[in-house]
């Protein structure tokens, strides 16, 4: 009886902690707008329009006589970028900016493990408030539509559940540490060629199925402060301009409180985007800094009339509410921030280690016992070359980058010999905003392939590093293909056929075409830009110390035209329109319901290990449509290593009124085991997420009926599948 009345009591007195916590954040609101509503009472128009738009390329003016400060931002999305002059984009050179460098996006999603996005998360704050920084501007969590989108190495997926699950954990972790993201790019920047012109339609239903679900749960889960406008049209008019995106959706459905800013120079207009709801101008090409939109041109309209007052102190309140959430008027108890901890590393480590996906891996060559081999071929340019430093708005001044021969080298040198050839080499130039560099990336250097294949010979293994660098993965404009560059298909080929003991590495952050070389090579690694630790992480992973986990977050095609927007030909679009004529159909919902099969589908991933998924059951049969599906099963390590498998729940609606995907997903997990351990996953689904957007009552709906859940470790590879109903 004592037991339950202190059971009780202590649930009593949880639910009285809940209240008070509650009661506190309503008082602490309640402070802070009325902090907010009388700085804006004492501040002139000019005042106000300041803090509007940039007095620099990376940063706002504050209102020094009010105590409000100057508002500084940073790129980006996986790591904080090197020191920018204020008035043109040139290095400041400064000596104390490096930073720890993350593998990128796509790297973060292949290691569907939110722990480390919230770990991620963490670092860059620390050391975003270590070089006093107020925004950071990340995470990109568009969808990847095409292969061929330059900046698909920066975003994570082609899946908006995936996309969701990793960027609210990163949100939620950055911001603790008093720094306000900038979640871009809002929305439907699917492409980088015509970024700026481009003029995107779809239907109702994609945006609310596929591109939506990713920043809604940034806003409404992760409570992201700041949204950045991205440069393209949707349906007619400029994102930052856009009534319907900016103040319906994000600012009445979304509840968003925060500030709506432009990417930079993505502002076109001074009424229309003050009227839809843009907060702040960054970046626009003019350089007297009070003739961009929001500066003196917004003061003009508020005094003939045309932008009422109120709509100015709406964007005021939106930027002193993000300033008083990260603790900018409290400078004492604001973080300090840390800069190149080694639990920093740790965690660059960490991403990179269980984001690689190993393909293939036929007769078990790897992981490769070092102890054993007396000599190792290492090949090719992405062996040597640093990463780091490109992708524009993504590059880094990383404190230091392992490459992997530097890796492979120290950790194996002393008792394997190691020969080195180039193999491949770079042959394009990158141009800013220009298509050139990649125009004679496919011719063949034949002295270096015979120079590779000698080195193959007098090797007992050979470790190819192949892939792509930042000419192809990068902000500013899409691959012109998907084929692997600088000849490596003839380079692997050759160098297969003087020793099969061939694994091929791949370092690229969007997919390349890999059916030239599978059938070649026994194994295939793809490790993603690695990061600052990336060599080391790919040795270890190579040398079986640590066991590949990663899952691929997008479909790897065949070829081009298996992928659906390329299928349609409506990439890059026509006459500066694109029409997304595959609709909810992207990816893996396009390849399963088409029957396409990929050269390797999503959610895909080898282990050194085996992993057994049973039992897989829910806890009901029938459900109603306010109800919650509580799915379970077994995973068990049926290998000799230890190692992590990730389960993957999709589900199907295999009778409804409209056109649904083959399977969708709705929930993952990723699970560490011991050889031989057994762990219960449970996963659970909302009904109301079993929905699809019905266009003609405006509004979600569940129909009633039977539903399939599958349980796999990839979007083909279904272990079991249970049907429900839905009353």
């Known amino acids: 009886m004592k037991k339950i009345v202190r059971q009780l009591a202590l649930g009593f007195t949880g639910i009285m ?54 508002w500084a ?45 919230y770990e991620r998360g963490i670092v860059l704050g620390e050391e975003a408030r270590f070089r006093k920084k107020d925004i950071l501007l990340g995470p ?105 995106l900016d103040r319906e959706i994000l600012r009445k459905e979304f509840d968003f409180k925060g500030v709506l800013m432009t990417d930079w120079a993505a502002a076109h207009s001074t009424i229309k985007a003050a009227l839809a709801g843009l907060d702040l101008e960054m970046g626009t090409d003019k350089k007297d800094y009070n003739e961009w939109y929001f ?3 917004l003061i003009r309209a508020v005094e003939e009339g045309k932008v009422p007052v109120a709509v100015v102190d709406e964007k005021v309140a939106n930027v002193l509410r993000v300033m008083i959430k990260t603790k900018m008027f409290d400078e004492g108890n604001r973080e300090k921030g840390k800069m190149n901890t080694p639990e920093h590393q740790q965690a660059a480590y960490n991403d990179a280690a269980e984001a690689a996906v190993l393909l293939q891996n036929n007769g078990n060559i790897l992981p490769l016992n070092f102890s054993k081999i007396k000599s190792v071929a290492v090949i090719g340019d992405n062996a040597t070359r640093r990463h780091c430093n490109g992708g524009l708005s993504s590059e ?25 050839a180039q193999g491949y080499a770079r042959q394009s130039t990158f141009k800013e905003g220009s298509n050139a560099g990649q125009t004679s990336a496919d011719k063949i250097d034949w002295k270096l392939i015979e120079e590779a294949v ?77 990061g600052m630790e990336g060599g080391n992480a790919v040795a270890d992973l190579l040398s079986g110390k640590i066991n590949p986990s990663g899952k691929l977050p997008f479909t790897l095609p065949v070829s081009l035209d298996q992928s659906p927007a390329h299928a349609l030909g409506n990439f890059p679009g026509r006459n500066l329109i694109v029409n997304y004529e595959e609709d909810i159909l992207v990816g893996y919902r396009w390849f399963d319901t088409k029957k396409i099969v990929p050269q390797f589908p999503f959610g895909f991933g080898l282990s050194y290990a085996g992993f057994s998924i049973n039992n897989f059951s829910t806890d009901k049969s029938s459900y109603g449509k306010g109800e919650t599906i509580h799915a379970k099963c077994t995973v068990k390590n049926t290998g000799s290593r230890a190692g992590a498998e990730v389960v993957q729940l999709y589900v199907s609606d295999p009778v409804c009124s409209v056109l649904r995907p083959e399977k969708e997903l709705k929930g993952f997990e990723k699970i560490f085991l011991q050889p031989g351990e057994s762990k219960t996953v449970e996963l659970t689904v909302k009904i109301s997420d079993l929905a699809f957007y019905d266009e003609t009552k405006k509004a979600w709906n569940v129909e009633a009926g039977d539903f399939v859940l599958h349980i796999g470790n990839s979007s083909r590879d279904i272990s079991k599948s249970v049907k429900v109903s839905v009353k």
């Open 17 to 70: 902690m809940t209240g008070i916590a509650s009661a506190q954040l309503v008082v602490n609101d309640k402070m802070q707008e009325e902090k907010i509503h009388s700085l804006i009472s004492r501040m002139t128009l000019e005042e106000k329009v300041s803090l509007l738009h940039g007095n620099s390329k990376f940063y706002v003016s504050g209102v020094k006589r009010l105590g409000i400060p100057e």
């Open 73 to 117: 931002l940073s790129d980006g999305p996986h790591g904080v970028r090197a020191e920018i002059n204020r008035h043109d984009w040139a290095y400041a050179g400064w000596t104390n900016d490096s930073a720890t460098c993350f593998p990128p996006g796509t790297a973060l999603a292949a290691t569907w493990n939110p722990r480390l996005a």
């Open 140 to 244: 990109g969590i568009n969808i990847i539509r095409s292969p061929l989108c330059g900046r698909n190495f920066e975003y994570m997926s082609e899946d908006p559940f995936l996309i969701s699950r990793m960027s609210v954990a990163y949100i939620k972790a950055l911001q603790s540490k008093d720094v306000a993201v900038s979640v871009k790019h809002w929305l439907a920047n699917n492409q980088e060629e015509h970024r700026d012109s481009i003029d995107v339609y779809m239907s109702e239903r994609a945006l609310r199925e596929i591109y939506l679900p990713g920043f809604k749960a940034s806003v409404t889960e992760g409570g992201a402060y700041t949204v950045m406008a991205a440069y393209n049209k949707f349906r007619g008019d400029w994102c930052s301009e856009n009534k319907y």
């Open 295 to 297: 500066a003196n041109p």
């Open 396 to 420: 880094i001044k990383s404190l230091y980058e392992i490459t992997p021969l530097e890796a492979i080298r120290k950790k194996f040198g002393a008792t394997v010999k190691v020969n080195f």
């Open 454 to 530: 000698e080195v193959a010979k007098q090797s007992e293994v050979v470790i190819v590093f192949g892939g792509l660098n930042h000419d192809f993965d990068t902000e500013s404009f899409d691959k012109q293909n998907m084929d692997l560059p600088y000849g490596q298909d003839v380079l692997i080929r050759e160098v297969a056929k003087a020793n099969p003991n061939t694994v091929v590495v791949i370092i690229a952050g969007s997919p390349v075409k890999l059916s030239g070389i599978v059938q070649r090579v026994p194994a295939i690694l793809w490790s993603w830009f690695g």
